[in-house]
């Protein structure tokens, strides 16, 4: 994932493993979304029992985070046919509104979509746009999850097995071997990094 001004470029995979994570109840409105948070430099999902974030470039502080609607993300990742394709997201600070580009690299030898950013960029292949407006919404306090809690370890916790298949996507998306899991109690989420990403894993009952 790559920030520049206002524009954030993510690859297929990147974006099908934020999809996976961000919730399909529409009465959700914080949480059916994938949030841009220009001043950490990251992109996070979650749907209330698991959460993920992946960093991208330097923060910009001065920024406020930006509230994509996940069928507007799910839509312009749908147009992405190839691995090497991606979805570029501008930020209209005037209007409000969101431009979603689904991109390819072009035809220049040797170039990535994520040199597909600022004006002096390589000239990419523009595959499909979705524009909507920004939400009026108060983006998700992700950062508390993140906090590691106090406490010991606990020696045995549990975990949806169907949630932790998605972390296959996460390690697609990252491109790493493995992953390191943390666990701070049989109450507590667990944290799961990959690469530059992070999960944040709500355990279940251990009967």
């Not at 297929?12 to 999809?19: I, V, Y």
């Not at 501008?90 to 991109?103: G, K, Q």
């Not at 746009?129 to 020696?155: H, K, L, N």
Request: glycine residues 8%; aromatic residues 4%; proline residues 6%.
């Amino acid at each position: 994932m790559i920030q520049k001004h206002n524009q954030c470029v993510l690859t297929r995979g990147e974006c099908r493993a934020l999809l996976r994570y961000a919730s399909t109840d529409e009465a959700r409105v914080a949480l059916n979304c994938i949030t841009i948070d220009w001043p950490s430099g990251a992109v996070i999902a979650t749907d209330g029992h698991r959460l993920v974030r992946v960093n991208g470039q330097a923060p910009q502080p001065e920024r406020t985070p930006t509230i994509v609607p996940r069928d507007a993300f799910e839509r312009a990742s749908k147009l992405c046919r190839k691995a090497e394709h991606g979805v570029r997201v501008t930020v209209d600070a005037t209007t409000s509104s969101i431009t979603l580009d689904a991109i390819g690299p072009g035809n220049v030898d040797g170039a990535s979509i994520a040199q597909c950013l600022g004006p002096d960029a390589y000239p990419c292949d523009v595959l499909g746009c979705v524009t909507v407006q920004q939400r009026d919404v108060e983006p998700v306090p992700y950062q508390q999850a993140i906090e590691r809690p106090e406490g010991e370890r606990a020696s045995s916790v549990g975990f949806n097995a169907a949630y932790l298949a998605d972390l296959l996507l996460v390690q697609t998306a990252a491109d790493a071997s493995g992953v390191t899991v943390r666990t701070y109690g049989a109450l507590d989420g667990a944290h799961i990094t990959c690469g530059s990403w992070l999960v944040v894993q709500m355990p279940m009952r251990i009967e």
